[in-house]
C-alpha cells in the first residue's frame, strides 16, 4: 500500500540564530527563532512522513515544551521519527520539498541538503528532491522575516 503525506513549517527569522536547512548550516546574519535549531526542510519532512503514516504531529512527538529538545539538532529528531514510521511497517519511496526564503540563495546548497537528507533516512539521493523557491519579495518569507518549508513524503508498506 502506498501512502502520502504532505509537511509544512515555517520559523521567523530573527538575527544572531544559524541558519540550518535539511542539516546543512548555511552562513548568514539571520536564523530561525525555534525551540530547536528550527530546520524548516526537517521539520516540514517529520510532519510529511508522520502524516503519510498517520502517527500524529512533530508538535506532539518533540514537544517544545521539553527541555530535551531545547536548540536539538533536527535531523536527530528525524531520525527518530523515521524509526517510528519503520516501526509501523513503513519503507520510504521518496520525498520532495520545498523552501520558500528570500535570502541567501540556496541553489549552491541544495545538493549537500539532498545528500544529507539522504544520509539520515539511508536511502538514495535520486528519491529526495530539494528545491527553493524566493516569494517575489511580499508576504513574511519575501520580506525576510522568515523561512518555510513544504514537504510531500510518499511511504509505501512493507507488508503489502
Ligand atoms: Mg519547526
Redesign the pocket.
Known amino acids: 500500500m502506498i501512502r502520502i503525506g504532505t509537511g509544512y ?3 521567523r527569522l530573527v538575527p544572531g540564530r544559524p541558519l540550518v536547512i535539511g542539516g546543512v548550516a548555511i552562513p548568514f546574519g539571520k536564523g ?1 527563532d ?1 525551540h ?1 535549531d ?3 526542510v526537517a ?2 519532512v517529520i510532519d510529511g512522513m508522520l502524516g503519510a503514516a498517520c502517527l500524529g504531529n ?1 508538535g506532539q512527538m518533540f514537544p517544545d515544551s521539553d527541555p530535551a529538545f531545547k536548540d536539538a539538532d ?1 535531523m536527530v529528531l528525524l531520525a527518530k521519527a523515521f524509526d517510528a514510521v519503520k516501526k509501523a511497517g513503513f519503507a520510504l519511496v521518496n520525498l520532495d520539498a520545498t523552501v520558500v526564503l528570500e535570502a541567501p540563495k540556496l541553489n549552491p546548497h541544495i545538493d549537500s541538503i539532498r545528500r544529507r537528507l539522504a544520509e539520515c533516512l539511508a536511502i538514495g539521493e535520486d528519491r529526495i528532491s530539494v528545491k527553493a523557491k524566493s516569494n517575489e519579495g511580499v508576504g513574511p518569507e519575501g520580506r525576510g522575516e522568515a523561512i518555510s518549508a513544504q514537504a510531500a513524503v510518499l511511504l509505501e508498506s512493507r507488508g503489502a
Open positions: 513549517d515555517l520559523h530561525p525555534a530547536s528550527g530546520d524548516v521539520h516540514a512533530i533536527s
